[in-house]
Structures are given as structure tokens and as C-alpha cells.
């Protein structure tokens, strides 16, 4: 199992540094200056070592010291601004790859189906597109060429060690077999409290976003003690996986200096036993002094540099997990939707959310071009799904939807998403003025004509009378507005737009009297010589539809004008009289 895993981390690791590509120079460099490093960090330990056998103590030569002297400092000025480069270099390279990556899973997030996000927490996805991601640049900063170097460094160290002294060598090398053991424990211990703090950060990120979002339904049902009973359970597990890792850094790192001090006691002890016949000189004890500092300290390095690669890793395998997502919508339609010029047609269509549980059952009908069809049914009859097939934000399972006589999927997603415009009776409004939000930030559209379009709908006066007009500032989901300014402000979005395809999506469910005139009057500017569909529960509102459609557990019951289904006793005059008396029928 350990072998799969190497292969897979081994495997993952190459898949990171893949992302390099573009930063070659960058990456040469960083590569260049450890290798120097690796080699010039025993120079001054053989510096000051021969300094002290042949001017200090052989011939007290202060001369020819102070220049040795001299030769050790610039050997230390210039392994201190290698250092500095290769921290700034790495980073850099780490920063620029993070946000290489950061732009990817953001895009392909913004690819993903519909179906995706139903099952998928809010939390967790900005988890992954934000820690997880930031956590992948410490494998630049502090991982696989800086472990690399540090290997190296230990190799340039043996080497050395043992052509000065091999016996005092071998000496100073008797306690690395416990300080392996003690590493293996850290490493391992690290990695499973390191798993468990990405979990409960993911969770604590998924409730928190959830239960601020909702938090009106939490307070409405005055559920603030238990949720945050609920909170403190999750954050408590986030603090006992952080205290955890802490334990084991906090016991790691004592076991290493005691290691190295035992190392140094043992090379002194050993030298003055053996005096006589190693014939140390104080050059080579120094020499061993330093030396055995110098080696702990990227053995030390080395243990919390592996754990930061693995780190890396398990979060660089989360991030992956997310783009190998094969959850889109297949955009492999070539053809342009500029505009609709001929019926929308649904073929035999069967569609499903879940496996097993038909939402449409074999659907026919048409939506007339330049015509508006109202679609009208229980809740749970399937009116909304039409809208998300139309807009392919979910695939049918089997049948045909048409559009100018072509089957949706030949066009591309842009052109088939762009030619629809639809206003649901949950408006997302962004933290952004009204113009920004009516727009889009779409800056090829100007002020003039946004203005021009909402004059022509009647409903400049209802800009005006908003501070600020088109630069009053929306709250997130705008909060700071009534439920009518923001479909007010979806209507003018969606006008401005221009789509051949028109969606009403219960666009007048829950507003006032004033605010239904006014978005009426706006209807009938908006659905003039347009392809329309109007789903709706208030039936009064549909009056003036060309065509009803009255659906009922995914088909078509009844379909005809208003006077026509209004003089039949079927099921859109039962749905008509309950829409009066405020009853909500469900299928």
C-alpha cells in the first residue's frame, strides 16, 4: 500500500510541478542557486578549521588570519544573499503558480454543471479554491527543490566529515539512527493531524458560509443555541486536530537539539579518550563542532520539509479532485445562436434529477416564436425544469429540445445562454451599485443605455427614487432592497441584455400590488414581438398569454388560451380557483 501511495504522491507531485512550465528561468535559477548553496555551506567550517591548526595555533600568524578571516566573512555575505534569493525566488515561482492554479479551478468551477453544485457544499469549494491552494505554495517555498538541496547538503556534509576524520565521523553520525526513528514518528503523526485540521477547516468553512446565508431562517426558527452548539462542536474539533500537530512539533524539535548536543558531547568525549592516538587537532574538533550543528539542522528542516511537501500534496490531491471533475455540460457545439426565429420544440423529452425519480415523462410541445406561452402546474410539476433545459444547465435524458429547427446541443453554451434571458423569483444580486448589478460589469455596455432602457420600460422613476440612482451601493444578495426592487432590477437587467428568448420564472410570486403594476407594464414592454414563457402562480397574471400549457407530474394535462381552459371544468380552472383563494397544490 505504502509503494501505491509513493507512486500516487509521486505521481501528483509531477502533475504540480507541471504547472511550472512557464516559469522555466525562474525555476533554472532557484535550482542553480541550491546547488551552490549545497556545496559553499562547508566552506567556512574548512576555513576556520585550518585557521585555527596552521595561524593560531602552529604559528599566530594575525596576517595571514585576518585574511582567512576576511575569506570566510564574503564566503558568509555570499551564502546569506544566496539564501535571501533562493526564499525570494521560490516564493516568487510559488506565488505566480498558485495563482496560475487559483484562475484554473476557479474556471473550471464556473464550467461545472448545475447537478455539481446541488451536491456540493458552498464551504467546501472555497475551501479548495482558497487554503487548499494557498497551503500548494509551500511546496515551492519549502518543498521538493529545497528538500533536495538540503539532501544534497547532508551528502556534501558526509563527504566531508569523513575525509577529515572518518573515526570522529562515524562518532557524530551514532545518534542520527534515533533521530530518523524520531522523524519517521513526527512525519507520520503530522500528516494524519494535518488531514484532520484540512477537514475540519473544510466544515467549519461549509457551516459558517451555510448558516450566515441562512441565517434568517436560523433566527426566524429560533435555532441560534443550537446552532451554536453545533459551531462549537465543529470548531472544537478544528482546535484538538491543531493542538495535536502542535504536540508533535512542540516533542520533535527538543528530541533534535538533545540529539545534536549528544552528538557534540560524544565527539568531544570520544577526542580527548582517544587523544593520544587519533592525534585531533583543535582545527578538526572545531571543525566537528560546527559540522555537527550544521548537520542536525537540515536533518531537522528535512522532517518539517517532507511534512510540508506531504501537506502540499494532500491538498494538491483535494484541488485535483476537483479539476478531474467530468461534471460539464458538453460544450462541443460549434454553430452561433444570434437569434430565435422559428418554435422552440421539446421531442419525446424524459428528464431526472435523481436516478429513478422522473421529473418529465416523454414531453412534446411547443413554445410559438414571438409568442408568449405560459406554463402553469402544481408545484413539483416540472415548470422550472423546462427553464433549466432550455438553458442546458442540466442534460435531458433522452429526446430532443430544438431551436430554430437545431437540436440545443449543436450550439455553443455562450451563444445558447446569451440569447435567453431570465428573471427568477429569487433574484442574486451582487455586492455592487445598480448599474454594476444591472450590467453585469459588462463595460461595453455604457450608463446611456442603461438608462435609455429603463426609461423605456416606465421605470426611471423607480431608479430615482433609490439614493444615488444607478450608483446606490447593493448589499450581498441585496439585503438592503424589497423583494420588488430587486425582480425590478432583474427586469431591467435582462431588457438591457436584449435576449430573443424571454423567462419569467414566478417573477411576481412574492412582490406588492404597486411593485406587480409596474413590473406588468414592464412585462408587456419586455415580451412585445419576443419569444416568451411566463411560469406563474398567479394565474390572474397570465390572462393576455398566447398559449397555457398546464403541466402535471412532467406532461402536458391541458393546453389552450385562457378563456378556452377557464371555461372547462379541467384542472387549470381548479388551479385557477385555488391561485385565488391562496391555495399552493402540490403534485
Not at 529545497?146 to 557524530?172: H, P, Q, R
Given at each position: 500500500?505504502?509503494a501505491?501511495?509513493?507512486k ?7 502533475r ?16 542553480a ?12 567550517p ?20 585576518n585574511?582567512?578571516s ?15 534569493s ?90 542520527i ?48 443555541e ?10 472544537a ?125 416523454n ?5 410559438k ?123 431591467i ?30 412585462t ?18 397570465i ?16 393546453q ?26 402540490t403534485?
Amino acid at each position: 500500500m505504502s509503494a501505491n501511495t509513493s507512486k500516487f504522491n509521486t505521481t501528483l507531485l509531477k502533475r504540480i510541478y507541471s504547472f511550472t512550465s512557464p516559469y522555466k528561468l525562474l525555476l533554472i535559477t532557484a535550482i542553480a542557486i541550491i546547488l551552490i548553496l549545497s556545496f559553499i555551506s562547508i566552506v567556512r567550517p574548512l576555513l576556520f578549521s585550518y585557521a585555527l591548526d596552521n595561524y593560531v595555533v602552529k604559528t599566530q600568524n594575525a596576517s595571514s588570519l585576518n585574511n582567512i578571516s576576511l575569506i570566510a566573512l564574503l564566503v558568509l555575505v555570499l551564502e546569506s544573499a544566496l539564501q535571501a534569493s533562493s526564499i525570494i525566488i521560490t516564493n516568487t515561482l510559488g506565488q505566480n503558480i498558485i495563482k496560475d492554479l487559483r484562475n484554473k479551478v476557479y474556471t473550471h468551477i464556473l464550467s461545472l454543471k448545475n447537478a455539481y453544485f446541488d451536491n456540493t457544499p458552498v464551504g467546501l469549494l472555497v475551501t479548495r479554491a482558497v487554503s487548499d491552494i494557498e497551503s500548494l505554495s509551500e511546496v515551492f517555498a519549502s518543498g521538493f527543490l529545497i528538500i533536495a538541496g538540503d539532501v544534497l547538503m547532508l551528502v556534501v556534509f558526509t563527504v566531508g566529515m569523513l575525509s577529515v576524520n572518518w573515526k570522529l565521523a562515524l562518532i557524530a553520525f551514532s545518534t542520527i539512527p534515533l533521530l530518523l526513528i524520531a522523524t519517521a514518528y513526527f512525519k507520520k503523526g503530522v500528516k494524519k493531524t494535518f488531514t484532520m485540521v484540512r477537514n475540519a477547516v473544510a466544515n467549519l468553512n461549509s457551516f459558517a458560509n451555510e448558516h450566515i446565508v441562512g441565517m434568517r431562517i436560523v433566527q426566524l426558527f429560533n435555532r441560534e443555541e443550537k446552532e451554536f452548539e453545533n459551531f462549537k462542536q465543529i470548531n472544537a474539533q478544528h482546535r484538538d486536530a491543531n493542538i495535536k500537530s502542535i504536540f508533535y512539533y512542540s516533542v520533535f524539535f527538543p528530541v533534535v537539539d538533545v540529539l545534536s548536543s549528544l552528538s557534540i558531547a560524544l565527539v568531544l568525549w570520544y577526542a580527548g579518550f582517544k587523544h593520544n592516538t587519533l592525534q585531533v587537532s583543535v582545527g578538526q574538533l572545531f571543525f566537528f563542532v560546527m559540522m555537527v550543528n550544521l548537520l542536525f539542522r537540515p536533518i531537522r528542516m528535512l522532517a518539517d520539509r517532507l511534512n510540508t511537501l506531504q501537506m502540499g500534496i494532500v491538498s494538491g490531491e483535494r484541488i485535483f479532485k476537483i479539476l478531474d471533475t467530468n461534471e460539464k455540460i458538453n460544450d462541443s457545439g460549434k454553430e452561433l445562436l444570434f437569434e430565435i426565429t422559428h418554435d422552440i420544440v421539446f421531442k419525446n423529452v424524459n428528464f431526472e434529477y435523481v436516478t429513478n425519480h422522473p421529473i418529465l415523462n416523454n414531453l412534446s410541445f411547443s413554445i410559438k416564436h414571438r409568442k408568449t406561452t405560459a406554463i402553469v402546474g402544481a408545484t413539483g410539476a416540472g415548470k422550472s425544469t423546462i427553464i433549466n433545459l432550455i438553458s442546458r444547465f442540466y442534460e435531458i435524458n433522452s429526446g430532443e429540445i430544438l431551436i430554430n429547427e437545431k437540436n440545443i446541443k449543436n450550439y455553443t453554451l455562450t451563444s445558447l445562454r446569451k440569447s435567453t434571458g431570465v428573471v427568477l423569483q429569487d433574484i442574486f444580486l451582487f455586492n455592487d451599485t445598480v448599474l454594476n448589478n444591472i450590467r453585469l460589469s459588462d463595460y461595453s455596455i455604457s450608463l446611456e443605455q442603461v438608462q435609455a432602457a429603463t426609461n423605456f420600460m416606465g421605470l426611471t422613476a423607480f431608479i430615482e427614487s433609490m439614493p444615488g440612482g444607478f450608483d446606490y451601493k447593493i448589499t450581498e444578495r441585496g439585503q438592503n432592497l424589497s423583494a420588488g426592487q430587486r425582480q425590478i432590477i432583474a427586469f431591467i437587467r435582462v431588457f438591457v441584455f436584449n435576449p430573443s428568448l424571454l423567462v419569467l420564472d414566478e417573477a411576481t410570486a412574492t412582490i406588492d400590488s404597486n411593485t406587480e403594476l409596474l413590473i406588468q407594464k414592464a412585462t408587456s414592454q419586455l415580451t412585445k414581438n419576443r419569444t416568451s414563457i411566463i411560469i406563474a402562480h398567479r394565474l390572474s397574471t397570465i390572462k393576455d398569454a398566447d398559449n397555457i400549457l398546464v403541466f402535471e407530474k412532467g406532461k402536458i394535462v391541458e393546453q389552450g388560451n385562457f378563456n378556452e381552459l377557464i371555461n372547462k371544468s379541467g384542472k387549470f380552472k381548479t388551479l385557477y380557483t385555488a391561485s385565488i383563494e391562496g391555495i399552493e397544490l402540490t403534485t
